[in-house]
């Protein structure tokens, strides 16, 4: 199967279980509510059935918030065309792994590296810190120099 339609494909999965979700989470908000409402004039073991009733409920719609998140998200990158662009490297990733983990953004290298060095963008910041710390006392030092040399001459 080509690239696009696998990418298609997946597209309309995250369509379908964005629907679902939304749904779902529909639901167990109002169950939610009622929870609370039925709480409120039920009597003391009504009131602890219902506590941990309400605590599974929540706990369920927030994995499900946290996924329609995700879905929200891949399917933003889908729309600006960067889905399945690696966010490391930029290489593509691939289809298999796609349809294995449709939330993945990084390609099995760059996310090895995350595992070992807990986290790329960590380990690529501080690189870059290093450089800016080495390199911007004398960029400044030039420029004011030169700002100096032109006042001089006018
Ligand atoms: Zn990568």
């Known amino acids: 199967m080509a690239r696009q339609d696998a990418l298609l494909r997946l597209h309309k999965n995250l369509?379908?279980?964005?629907?679902?979700?939304?749904k779902r989470l529909g639901l167990e908000l109002e169950e939610l509510a009622h929870v609370k409402h039925s709480s409120a004039s039920g009597d003391a073991a009504d009131a602890a059935f219902d506590s941990s009733g309400e605590e599974i409920a929540s706990t369920l719609a927030e994995l499900e918030s946290k996924e329609l998140a995700q879905?929200?998200?891949?399917l933003r990158r889908l729309k600006a065309g960067t889905y399945g662009k690696c966010e490391?490297?930029?290489v593509s990733i691939p289809v298999a792994r796609l349809n294995a983990l449709p939330f993945s953004t990084l390609c099995v290298k760059c996310q090895r590296e995350v595992e070992q060095y807990g986290g790329w963008g960590a380990g690529r910041g501080e690189a870059d810190w290093g450089k800016i710390a080495d390199a911007d006392p004398m960029a400044d030092r030039d420029v004011n120099i030169s700002d100096l040399e032109i006042d001089l001459s006018k």
């Open 88 to 90: 490391g490297c930029n």
């Open 71 to 74: 879905i929200e998200r891949a």
């Open 15 to 22: 369509l379908v279980r964005r629907s679902e979700l939304r």
